[in-house]
């Protein structure tokens, strides 16, 4: 079977760098189009460089990254710092990167490859706010026939908020934008909280990362030992969850997750409850099914599967 083409949408974040990195190692079953960096964790300055200093990890500087939003698409933007650190890769000490971005804005590289690629070849991989692939929707109606799938990391139903009591982050921050993706009529496949939270970076799998030895698999554990201080500290746990990698693992092994075609709205009118996603997971309502919405993930086959991937790198 060939490779599956995607557009990484991303705002990295040490666990988007995972995420990448992950999709990088993997090349028969993932041939990464291109990165296309967005505001979110950290401003866009620093997700696009952080996006070509991933790239140069995985020695894969041929890969383009182009610079996409910088802000969502009606409200001030909400970062991550006190989570991803000033930089958003703090961690390990990585060198600046030498590839430049590519030409173009990421919301014109989203619709042109989207035009120029067969109908339901590409998939689009958001793992931050959803602002770049709303921008590229709203500017090209045509391109969502198009999509082959969307599986994104946002939202959470059993683990309700992160960044609010009920907003996971990167809905929270564009909750207008994501609205626009789950009534795009694209087919969709979410990964929530519900299913990262169960995906914990505790020490054992930490060192089997810093046991690969090579500097990414070093670096992956600087970077995850950094990352972890927030969900520890709020929820206890034994260690990070690592969101965005899980796009990746449901991309090359669907069947390490769980999950039921529900519907999923979005709360954009709300103060108390902005960004939630409403997963109808019960069926109580008559609302149409638009989304894949995942609930649960066989973590230890997940860091089987990363940790071999990653050293491959
Ligand atoms: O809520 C977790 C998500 O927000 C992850 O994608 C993380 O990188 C941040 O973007
Ligand atoms: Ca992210």
Avoid at 21 to 50: C, F, M, Q, R, Y
Wanted: glycine share 8%; aromatic share 6%.
């Amino acid at each position: 079977m060939s490779a599956r083409k995607i557009i990484i949408d991303t705002d990295p974040g040490q666990d988007d760098a995972v995420a990448i990195l992950l999709a990088l190692a993997s090349p028969d079953e993932i041939e990464v189009l291109g990165l296309t960096a967005v505001a979110g964790n950290v401003p866009l300055a620093l997700t696009h460089k952080n996006a070509r200093i991933i790239c140069e990890l995985a020695g894969r500087a041929d890969v383009p990254v182009y610079a996409g939003c910088d802000a969502p698409m009606s409200r001030p933007l909400v970062t991550a710092e006190h989570v991803h650190g000033k930089t958003g890769l703090d961690g390990p000490d990585l060198p600046d990167p030498v590839m430049g971005l590519a030409d173009g804005h990421a919301v014109d590289y989203i619709i042109e490859t989207l035009r120029a690629q067969d109908a339901g070849t590409v998939t689009l991989c958001p793992l931050g706010p959803l602002t770049n692939i709303a921008m590229a929707f709203q500017k090209a109606p045509d391109i969502v026939a198009k999509v082959q799938e969307i599986v994104l990391m946002g939202g959470a139903y059993f683990e309700v908020g992160n960044i609010t009591p009920t907003a996971e982050f990167n809905i929270y921050v564009d909750p207008e934008a994501a609205e626009i993706v789950f009534k795009s009529g694209a087919p969709i496949t979410v990964v929530p909280l519900d299913v990262t939270h169960k995906a914990l970076v505790t020490p054992a799998r930490n060192a089997a990362f810093r046991a690969i030895g090579t500097p990414v698999g070093i670096a992956v554990g600087k970077m995850t030992d950094f990352f972890e201080r927030f969900d520890k500290e709020k929820y206890a746990s034994p260690g990070a969850p690592l969101h965005d990698p899980c796009v990746t693992a449901y991309l090359i092994q669907p069947d390490l997750f769980t999950g039921r075609h529900i519907n999923v709205e979005i709360e954009t009118r709300s103060d108390l409850t902005l960004g939630m996603t409403v997963a109808d997971w019960w069926g109580v309502t008559d609302r149409t099914p638009n989304a894949m919405f995942l609930g649960d993930v066989d973590a230890d086959g997940f860091f089987a599967l990363l940790t071999e991937r990653l050293a491959r790198l």
